[in-house]
């Protein structure tokens, strides 16, 4: 018997959609990057974790240096949001989700425009982000171009979310690195050449990474969001587990935050929480000092 989208998902620790994104929501999304980037705007760096001007950080072949983090969410780039939310929050991607969860309704808690491959160190994304109880996150990536390598590639550790060892738990960040290192010694790698419209999904336990551009020039276009059912409070692994009036307090709490905007899946907050958060964003990049301070934890030349 042909074995099922959420069996092959389960065993692996990832599935992948081919060409499932259309070509013209990509190369909308990919003018409106271009668009936002002629107006020099404000973005925040997910690479540097801080707010920056966009012109600042493009290489020489115009290539944005950084992983470029809620890009939907910036009420001075609605374009490049409607372009970024027709993918991500598409009814493409909440069927592929439906095909290998048991959940129905999904929500886009965070997501990263990459322009260039930032080398990203091996890593599982339970450290930072997951579920409560842990697990059904899904981590997704979409190529908006075809991926040869010589930009740098994504990859992955199959089968390494199906270890039991749990070291990671209450460790600093330089000690979960250097666990995901260590652990990844175990299973082997492979390097997911996808094409563009692919649509490659991942469980939170799956080591992964990426590596740095080959050769100058070459970039890795792609979009990046991690998606949790509505009916489950966003967490980290390890978290303890709640009493279920607790529990049902604070969903209901999340709950209240997040909005569809008309959408297939919904998006982590509402227009007013995002002016918060962007109104926070210009005035810790307009005091700058301690407030913006950059601190790059993820690439893998640091390390
Ligand atoms: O594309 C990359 O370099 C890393 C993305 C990643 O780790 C993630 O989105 O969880
Ligand atoms: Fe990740």
Redesign the pocket.
């Known amino acids: 018997m042909k074995e099922s989208l959420s069996d092959q998902y389960q065993d692996q620790g990832y599935i992948i959609f081919k060409s499932l994104i259309p070509p013209e929501k990509i190369e909308k999304v990919l003018a409106e990057l271009d668009f936002f980037k002629k107006l020099n705007k404000l973005y925040y760096s997910q690479s540097e974790h801080n707010w920056r001007r966009i012109k600042d950080d493009l290489d020489i072949n115009g290539l944005l240096e950084c992983?470029f983090e809620n890009f939907t969410d910036l009420p001075w780039g609605l374009g490049l949001s409607k372009a970024g939310r027709n993918i991500l929050q598409s009814k493409e991607i909440r069927n592929a989700l439906r095909n290998i969860s048991i959940y129905q309704d999904f929500c886009m808690w965070q997501n990263?425009f990459?322009d260039k491959?930032?080398g990203?160190i091996d890593?599982i994304?339970t450290w930072y982000l997951d579920t409560n109880p842990m697990g059904y996150l899904f981590?997704a990536?979409v190529a908006l171009e075809d991926i040869n390598g010589e930009g740098g590639v994504?990859h992955i550790y199959p089968k390494s979310h199906l270890s039991k060892n749990k070291e990671w738990i209450n460790t600093s960040h330089d000690e979960f690195i250097f666990w995901s290192k260590k652990e990844s010694k175990n299973y082997e790698r492979k390097s997911l050449y996808l094409r563009k419209g692919d649509l490659l999904i991942w469980h939170p336990s799956l080591i992964?990474?990426?590596s740095l551009q080959k050769n100058k020039g070459f970039s890795r276009k792609?979009l990046?969001a991690?998606y949790h059912p509505c009916d489950l409070l966003r967490s980290k692994g390890g978290t303890k587990t709640l009493d279920k009036h607790e529990y049902q307090k604070k969903l209901l709490k999340q709950k209240k935050q997040m909005r569809s905007f008309g959408y297939p899946i919904s998006a982590r907050a509402s227009k007013r929480e995002i002016l918060k958060f962007s109104s926070i964003g210009l005035t810790k990049y307009f005091l700058g000092g301690i407030l913006n301070k950059p601190k790059n934890l993820m690439n893998r030349k640091n390390y």
């Open positions: 992983s990263m990459f491959s930032t990203t890593h994304d981590g990536w994504f992964h990474g990426s792609s990046t991690h």
